[in-house]
Nanobody, 122 residues
Framework: QVQLVESGGGLVQAGGSLRLSCAASGRTFGRYGMGWFRQAPGKEREFVATIGWSNAYTLYADSVKGRFTISRDNSQNTVYLQMNSLKPENTGVYYC???????????????WGQGTQGTVSS
């Protein structure tokens, strides 16, 4: 089973950028769809972006389209989330997850990282 470790969170002002990374263990990383989710304080975890086995297929939540970019480097077993033009409502713990297929629902994913905190100040 894949093990996932997120990094890159931090504190940034509104309008700024953060780049999150998710490093995966295991030789079969390239076979998995990968996703990013966000959980704000007191709220449920929600879908942000997903990517297929290559960089050819991506899907985003409407709220982040045009500002966030998901990508992956299978040679480095890493998936990234570039977040630009950040807003205070983007604050939360960001989790990466792996799946046998791409999806937008929590139950589509069977392996999760521990999360990294991203905070956007107004």
């Amino acid at each position: 089973q894949v093990q996932l470790v997120e990094s890159g969170g931090g504190l940034v002002q509104a309008g700024g950028s953060l780049r999150l990374s998710c490093a995966a263990s295991g030789r079969t990383f390239g076979r998995y769809g990968m996703g990013w989710f966000r959980q704000a304080p007191g709220k449920e975890r929600e879908f942000v972006a997903t990517i297929g086995w290559s960089n050819a297929y991506t899907l985003y939540a409407d709220s982040v389209k045009g500002r966030f970019t998901i990508s992956r480097d299978n040679s480095q077993n890493t998936v990234y989330l570039q977040m630009n033009s950040l807003k205070p409502e983007n604050t939360g713990v960001y989790y990466c997850a792996s799946s046998a297929r791409v999806g937008v629902e929590l139950h589509d994913y069977n392996c999760w990282g521990q999360g990294t905190q991203g905070t956007v100040s107004s």
